[in-house]
């Protein structure tokens, strides 16, 4: 599969594993919320929870189901970012959740259009990280730092003109009481 020209050496040489599982979780995502009854509901009470209740979901269930499951990818995140980084690792990531946060809001919330958002912004990184081997960027006198600058100045830049036309759920965020309508 490497041979296949220009995706072949991008998708099947020189990649983690992390990466190949990471694409799994994406599309196994993407049938769970698109394709599965559970995946209806889990929507359902992200957008109108009381709606939701009405018809006999169980909110609070369903609420803690997605809490859990993004915490579990969270966490698998964290190993996704430990294993490639652990030769060079400098325990820090600061300013990533920043970054996921942007990623999210410029994917809209739809797992397909997050993954082009983190190709991108990861493109951003590729760029901040390893501007000394990419020819115009090396022969440029600009400091270092603003190379570092790189991926959260394109992060303020993308969701300026992106965040007016981005949709959240409406109940993200809201606590949900039973009660109150």
């Not at 099947?12 to 190949?20: E, M, R």
């Not at 979780?25 to 009381?50: D, M, N, Q, W």
């Not at 797992?111 to 440029?140: C, D, E, N, Q, W």
Request: charged share 10%; net charge positive.
């Amino acid at each position: 599969l490497g041979d296949i020209p220009i995706l072949g050496g991008l998708l099947f040489k020189n990649a983690y594993i992390t990466t190949y599982i990471g694409l799994l979780i994406l599309v196994i995502s993407v049938i769970v919320l698109y394709k599965t009854r559970f995946g209806l509901r889990l929507r359902a009470c992200g957008e109108h929870p009381h709606a939701a209740d009405s018809v006999g979901i169980n909110v609070y269930r369903m609420r803690y189901a997605g809490v859990m499951i993004s915490g579990g990818l969270a966490g698998l995140g964290g190993l996704v970012f430990v294993i490639p980084t652990s030769t060079q690792f400098n325990a820090t990531v600061s300013g990533y959740g920043f970054l996921a946060l942007a990623v999210m809001i410029f994917g809209q919330w739809k797992p397909m259009r997050v993954l082009f958002a983190a190709f991108f912004f990861g493109l951003m990184k590729t760029i901040a990280s390893a501007y000394s081997v990419i020819p115009f960027l090396s022969t440029a006198q600009i400091p270092s730092d603003v190379y570092k600058m790189i991926p959260f100045i394109a992060t303020l830049i993308v969701l300026a003109f992106s965040s007016k036309s981005s949709q959240a759920p409406r109940a993200v965020a809201v606590p949900y009481d039973k009660g109150s309508r």
